[in-house]
């Protein structure tokens, strides 16, 4: 008799998509309360080309946000860098990341990490039905937005508390175009890296 063989638990692993420029301090506290609240195994950061809901532009260039999410990120065994929407170029559709790593990883468990403010818009998404058959989003409470249960079919989400941040990726960028500090904004290694390339300097 062959003995019994236990299945393995689902790994579980949360996606956290955004624009990183640059990468600050509230990208990290948000990752690792998302790591505590959910036992994660992983989180995913995945800087996009051009997300489809702003009409913004980066200012710093793909490389460089990519090497400064990988100092970031260096430090927290369980952070990892895609940059798989940047590799595809054009729009960053969610559900083509979404796809790719259902087909990479289908034994896992998927998240999404999104702010209140953006789950509002779900209904806006590209083929937001079949990403909601696919994951669970991890919506971070925000002021004046309320989480609500959403008009997409299917949706699972999962509310999870984050330290409320006052500072945004824009607003560090004026900071650092007026010469103002930024001390405890930015991890010291970002810090660094943008002191040496002279970003957002203009």
Not at 5 to 24: C, I, N, R, T
Request: aromatic residues 6%.
């Amino acid at each position: 008799m062959k003995p019994t063989e236990l299945s393995s638990p689902l790994k579980a692993v949360a996606l956290y998509g955004g624009s990183f420029d640059p990468v600050h301090c509230a990208h990290l506290h948000v990752a690792r309360s998302a790591l505590e609240h959910l036992q994660l195994d992983q989180v995913i950061f995945i800087p996009a080309a051009q997300s489809p809901l702003k009409t913004n532009t980066t200012t710093a260039s793909d490389a460089q946000r990519i090497e400064m999410l990988r100092l970031a990120t260096a430090e927290e065994s369980r952070f990892a860098v895609d940059t798989s929407e940047i590799e595809r170029g054009g729009t960053s559709y969610t559900i083509d990341t979404v796809r790719a790593f259902c087909s990479k990883q289908p034994d896992t468990q998927l998240y999404w990490i999104i702010g209140a403010d953006q789950f509002e818009l779900l209904p806006k998404w590209h083929q937001i039905e079949e990403i909601a058959r696919r994951l669970t989003f991890a919506v971070l409470r925000r002021p004046g937005h309320t989480i609500a249960t959403s008009a997409v079919p299917g949706l699972k989400y999962i509310a999870i508390e984050a330290p409320l941040m006052a500072h945004s990726s824009s607003g560090i960028r004026v900071r650092l175009a007026a010469g103002r500090t930024t001390e405890d904004l930015l991890p010291a290694s970002v810090e660094a890296f943008i002191s040496s390339h002279g970003l957002y300097t203009q």
